[in-house]
């Protein structure tokens, strides 16, 4: 999954903190989200720190430092 995070942009709430989520397989789309949104900032409209984060459902460990599950076998192979 992946989600655009930035601030400001809502007429409601200046500098409030918004996303928007995307699926996993639409990288390109949350690509040109955030692109446009920065095009926006360039432009003078009230947006700021644009940023994008992902986090694959499909890891092999737990989000952050964690021991591998048993059984996973990588090396780093030298040439």
Do not use: I
């Amino acid at each position: 999954m992946f989600v655009v995070y930035w601030l400001g942009g809502n007429p409601d709430a200046e500098g409030a903190a918004r996303y928007r989520k995307f699926d996993a397989t639409a990288l390109a789309d949350a690509l040109r989200f955030a692109e446009d949104l920065r095009k926006r900032q360039a432009e003078g409209e009230d947006v700021g720190f644009v940023t994008l984060c992902s986090e694959n459902p499909h890891s092999v460990g737990k989000p952050g430092v964690a021991d591998p599950p048993a059984g996973y076998d990588w090396k780093k192979r030298r040439r």
